[in-house]
């Protein structure tokens, strides 16, 4: 994503969260013990105060039970889901960082278009990283941008002679190209991709080189959170989703070692993996169509088809810009939903060749995860039925979705101590009431190749 397509202006580098990130064991607990609690009672109160009262409703009615069964059914899977997941996101730790005496020679592969100056600020923060510069090679591939965004990679080559190449593409191919580019001419055993609208933290590269000691060890995702996140209501909100899909559910993942989407802001790759998918990676098509989007999670894809692991590294962190404006928002979601739908469905087919208890976990998880798009209509058109017929389940259903709602963000109050979860609060009624429409939308064009801000 360019920093144009963002809608935002790049922030400074102050700006960048400073927030302790290692919490008081006092306060993890504490954490802990909340979110052991909030399962607890927001299990009871949903069963007292909701799921018998909707059950009583469809009992005396069938024409609401062809929406209550799929929407309670649901309800129950996922409270399980989470009661899972909690308990695999406390499991969870990060794998030791590199040092700089056993540092694996790295590549790092930046692809820009129209990025202007934001680029030359990813490039900066890549080539100050704590790395040593003789087991590091920067590669920033210009995807043939029409603004000053070559003059920005010059510039940096010519300020880190040695560190720094510059590649360009005759015209505008697609990130994927670019990418490609880069991995065809990268010289490490670890292959880094940057987004060019992002900046690394100075220990990242260091980090996300330290689970790569385990050889069954594909890709590593890093940790993302957002640049701009002062910049409006938007970023905010996105601040605490990132949080929370970014980290929370990429750590549970993590403990059973199959990350779905290791993300382009931020992920390591095995060369000799990359190099193994890298033709069919690259000429990758869905439904007769070329794929020109959603490269992360394709890759992530192609590894796991190939027997890697994934994991994610939640030391290795990366700031991106993200869209401060609905319209860029929306394009955003548009693009990921698409790639969700097409490597979803290539999952089912390579979940099946991964061991037994990570194909268990991910097939329970990846079921009830789908299962919420069909289950989440039904229960909005189950709604209106239910205030019809008994007014007064409003009051507890509404209480449920605040409560639901507020517990999710506790798992942001672990990472971040500050007011700023009532934004994950606020993004959950965001998200139901302005974008429910972009996953339908997504799946009814899931061929389209627009990127949209390109």
């Avoid at 309670?72 to 989470?82: Q, V, Y």
């Avoid at 860029?328 to 991964?354: A, D, G, H």
Wanted: proline share 4%.
């Amino acid at each position: 994503m360019s920093a144009s397509s963002a809608g935002a202006v790049a922030a400074a580098p102050e700006e960048m969260t400073g927030e302790p990130r290692h919490p008081e064991e006092w306060w993890t607990y504490a954490v802990y013990t909340l979110v052991a609690l909030g399962c607890i009672v927001l299990a009871y109160y949903q069963f007292h105060a909701v799921v018998l009262r909707i059950l009583a409703i469809a009992a005396k009615r069938r024409s609401v039970r062809a929406l209550a069964y799929p929407a309670l059914f649901w309800l129950g899977l996922d409270s399980l889901l989470i009661v899972i997941r909690t308990v695999l996101w406390i499991i969870y730790r990060p794998a030791p960082a590199a040092t700089r005496e056993n540092a694996p020679r790295l590549t790092i592969i930046i692809p820009a278009y129209n990025e202007g100056a934001m680029v030359l600020q990813s490039i900066e923060s890549a080539a100050t990283a704590d790395y040593p510069h003789d087991r590091l090679e920067i590669l920033v591939v210009d995807d043939g941008s029409r603004d000053d965004t070559w003059s920005y990679i010059s510039q940096a080559a010519k300020r880190h002679p040695r560190l720094v190449t510059a590649l360009r593409q005759d015209r505008n191919r697609g990130k994927r190209e670019a990418l490609a580019l880069g991995f065809s001419r990268a010289r490490g055993e670890i292959l880094v991709t940057i987004d060019s609208d992002s900046v690394i933290e100075r220990g990242a590269l260091l980090a996300l080189s330290g689970p790569f000691r385990d050889q069954r060890i594909g890709a590593v995702a890093g940790r993302v959170e957002v640049y701009n996140r002062r910049r409006g209501i938007i970023p905010r909100m996105l601040q605490v989703r990132y949080m929370l899909s970014f980290d929370m559910l990429r750590a549970t993942e993590s403990v059973y070692r199959n990350v779905y989407c290791c993300p382009g802001a931020l992920t390591g790759l095995r060369a000799s993996a990359v190099r193994q998918v890298l033709e069919r990676w690259k000429n990758q098509e869905f439904l007769g169509s070329r794929c020109t989007f959603g490269e992360d999670r394709a890759m992530t894809n192609y590894l796991l088809d190939g027997g890697y692991d994934t994991v994610y590294q939640r030391t290795a962190v990366v700031h991106t810009l993200v869209p401060i404006t609905y319209a860029k928002l929306c394009k955003m979601l548009l693009r990921w939903n698409r790639s969700y739908v097409r490597e979803e469905i290539r999952f089912t087919r390579i979940v099946w060749k991964r061991p037994w208890r990570t194909c268990g976990m991910a097939l329970f998880d990846r079921a009830i995860t789908n299962f919420r798009y069909p289950a989440s209509y039904c229960g909005l058109a189950l709604l209106p039925v239910l205030v019809m017929q008994a007014p007064i389940i409003t009051l507890p259903m509404m209480i449920t979705m605040v409560a639901k709602s507020f517990f999710r963000v506790l798992y942001y109050l672990r990472s971040e101590r500050s007011m700023n979860f009532l934004y994950g609060v606020l993004y959950a009624y965001y998200s139901s009431i302005a974008l429910s429409w972009i996953f339908p939308y997504a799946l009814a064009t899931v061929r389209s190749r627009k990127w949209m801000t390109r």
